[in-house]
């Protein structure tokens, strides 16, 4: 290749096909993690026939933070990409951008590059067959022993001996040698075309483009099914007894609280306030009121105003749970749990001497609220059970009809019964610690075979393969249902089945996709640089990466010849059960 020819190796290079929308061309650039994208578009491409299509290319390109240029030898094409303000090249070399003072001249005169110097080689010196058959050295052998009789493997070796001492050395005219030289040099480099030529190879290790793909089917469960569409639905119903212990949260501290000395600070200009039972709590959550109204003086960070004031400790702490003798603590910070955060650094408390005088003596007794909090546990737990045992029910139901049933868990078929729950009532008020609650529930519901709408599922995904493609796998976990109608009372009901499999693109030569795809791609790389080569196949939509080597692996280039090119799938295959 010249040297007055660049490479563009770091560049982002699209091909656009003659017939390609304008549509597809920006919705293979959008998938690009590329910024500078170069278009290379063929004469007479639709892409370059309006230069509103240009345009609006241009500015949604722009919304998504992409430029491109146009590289192509369409004279009008050129024109029309300069008035949409895009960049216009007419040859790889993209320092040779197109202007409106140069879009008057050939652009075919662009494309003009010099013959690749094995394209100009005289094959007038290649070797030619001898003229009579080489003579191996059982023929010699034989040949020996006609002429005589006595002839042995020692008499042999003492001729080549013989041969060999009285051998005179051989001289060539300059002529002669010339010609040898130049023979041999000719021969040297015809051996170097045949190996540049037959030798070199590529193997391109390609990774398909994979998809997930969904089929959606419509299902009828009955109990007694007549088309194909159809399966057995299987009824099932259980009940289940459960005992509750619930703790009783009534507390009442019979105790005394701790009390003590607490003086407020305030460093704000203003004087702040506080009405009597205003909340003073520690980080540990205990806390203590004021007794009666007060005012803070205003003050100032350095000279704060201050004001000390008796508190009591409450029943319970910021949690709910009694204090008693745990508010008999040291010396402390106290902040206003009632303020907002950002100001309570301005108006705190501070104790220098302990709270004194807290005692425990708590009491349980059983409230309203324990029963309503015990009933409603006890019906979130009787259903969790129930529907663990329906379950339960139905893999024994399909162990016993060897299936591999599965229940249809959805509002609509699993019909709860009423939660029948025995609450203690005469324990309420009383000074207890916990007390039992009953309760009953019934669920009923209906089950499938999973394995027969698994195959009923797959047959309908693989009906629908894309053509260049193949599902390779069907994910049996990805089942999932919705039910559109249900007859409880007759049992029927109708539902719609999802699938999901993975479809990728045919890679492989054996494949019809595949045969195409090696046949595109070997025509479009041969003879081109590595990088060229990886550019183009990696914008293929087929292709999600793609691994290039080469033999020998100096070479720079593909293989001109296409059938030196191999092609591999990274594809495991196809893998459905």
């Keep these: 290749m010249s040297d007055s020819i660049k490479k563009v190796s770091k560049k982002k290079i699209l091909f656009v096909q003659i017939d390609e929308e304008i549509t597809s061309v920006f919705t293979k650039i959008e998938k690009l993690p590329y910024k500078e994208i170069y278009l290379v578009v063929p004469k007479r491409a639709v892409l370059l026939q309006s230069v509103v299509n240009?345009?609006?290319?241009?500015?949604?390109?722009?919304?998504?933070?992409?430029?491109?240029?146009?590289?192509?030898?369409?004279p009008n094409g050129m024109k029309l990409a300069l008035q949409a303000e895009l960049k216009v090249f007419d040859q790889w070399d993209l320092g040779s951008e197109l202007t409106p003072e140069k879009e008057e001249r050939d652009p075919n005169s662009a494309l003009v590059k010099p013959i690749a110097a094995t394209q100009n080689d005289v094959e007038e010196n290649l070797p030619s067959r001898l003229p009579k058959k080489k003579s191996s050295i059982f023929e010699v052998v034989r040949d020996l022993k006609h002429k005589d009789k006595g002839f042995s493997l020692r008499s042999y070796m003492a001729d080549m001996k013989k041969n060999r001492l009285e051998?005179?050395?051989?001289?060539?005219?300059?002529g002669k040698k010339k010609w040898l030289a130049a023979f041999l040099l000719v021969s040297a480099v015809v051996f170097f075309i045949v190996i540049y030529v037959a030798l070199p190879g590529a193997t391109l290790i390609i990774e398909p483009t994979?998809?997930?793909?969904?089929?959606?089917?419509?299902?009828?469960?009955?109990?007694?099914?007549?088309?194909?569409?159809?399966?057995?639905?299987?009824?099932?119903?259980?009940?289940?007894?459960?005992?509750?212990?619930?703790?009783?949260?009534?507390?009442?501290?019979?105790?005394?609280?701790?009390?003590?000395?607490?003086?407020?600070?305030?460093?704000?200009?203003?004087?702040h306030p506080l009405v009597a039972q205003t909340r003073f709590q520690t980080e540990n959550g205990i806390v203590f009121r004021i007794q009666e109204?007060?005012?803070?003086?205003?003050?100032?960070?350095?000279?704060?105003?201050?004001?000390?004031?008796?508190?009591?400790?409450?029943?319970?702490?910021?949690?709910?749970v009694p204090v008693g003798d745990r508010g008999n603590i040291e010396p402390s910070r106290f902040f206003l749990p009632a303020l907002l955060e950002d100001t309570r650094d301005s108006l705190y408390g501070v104790s220098t001497t302990p709270m004194t005088g807290g005692t425990s003596d708590i009491?349980?007794?059983?409230?309203?609220?324990?029963?309503?909090?015990?009933?409603?546990?006890?019906?979130?737990?009787?259903?969790?059970?129930?529907?663990?045992?329906?379950?339960?029910?139905?893999?024994?139901?399909?162990?016993?009809?060897?299936?591999?049933?599965?229940?249809?868990?959805?509002?609509?078929?699993?019909?709860?019964?009423?939660?029948?729950?025995d609450l203690p009532y005469e324990l309420l008020g009383q000074e207890v610690d916990t007390f039992e609650v009953k309760g009953t529930l019934t669920?009923?519901?209906?089950?499938?075979?999973?394995?027969?709408?698994?195959?009923?599922?797959?047959?309908?995904?693989?009906?629908?393969?894309?053509?260049?493609?193949?599902?390779i796998s069907v994910d049996k976990d990805s089942i999932s249902l919705s039910v559109l109608e249900a007859n409880v009372p007759a049992g029927q009901y109708k539902i719609t089945a999802q699938i999901q499999g993975v479809e990728e693109y045919e890679i492989d030569a054996d494949l019809e996709g595949g045969a195409e795809l090696n046949k595109k791609i070997k025509e479009h790389i041969a003879g081109k640089t590595i990088e060229e080569a990886e550019a183009y196949i990696q914008n293929l939509p087929e292709v999600n990466s793609v691994e290039i080597k080469v033999w020998p692996v100096w070479s720079p280039t593909i293989p001109s010849l296409p059938d030196n090119i191999k092609i591999k799938s990274l594809s495991e295959g196809v893998q459905i059960e």
């Excluded at 099914?225 to 399966?231: A, H, M, R, V, Y």
């Excluded at 704060?304 to 709910?320: H, I, N, Q, R």
């Design 443 to 471: 669920l009923s519901g209906v089950a499938y075979d999973s394995d027969a709408l698994y195959e009923l599922l797959k047959t309908e995904l693989l009906s629908v393969q894309t053509p260049g493609k193949q599902i």
């Design 210 to 271: 994979a998809d997930v793909v969904s089929k959606g089917v419509n299902v009828n469960l009955d109990a007694t099914p007549n088309d194909e569409d159809s399966l057995v639905a299987y009824p099932l119903e259980t009940e289940v007894s459960q005992t509750l212990t619930h703790a009783a949260t009534g507390i009442e501290n019979i105790g005394t609280n701790a009390s003590g000395t607490l003086t407020i600070v305030n460093e704000e200009s203003i004087s």
């Design 363 to 421: 009491l349980t007794r059983v409230s309203e609220e324990d029963f309503v909090a015990a009933q409603a546990q006890l019906e979130a737990e009787l259903k969790e059970t129930v529907l663990a045992n329906l379950r339960k029910e139905v893999l024994s139901l399909g162990n016993s009809k060897g299936l591999n049933l599965k229940l249809v868990e959805d509002t609509a078929t699993l019909q709860f019964g009423t939660v029948e729950v």
């Design 167 to 174: 051998r005179q050395p051989i001289h060539l005219s300059p």
């Design 293 to 320: 109204d007060v005012t803070v003086p205003g003050g100032t960070p350095e000279n704060p105003g201050k004001l000390e004031v008796t508190v009591v400790a409450d029943d319970t702490d910021a949690s709910g």
């Design 54 to 74: 240009l345009k609006i290319l241009k500015q949604k390109l722009e919304e998504i933070d992409k430029n491109i240029a146009i590289i192509t030898n369409d």
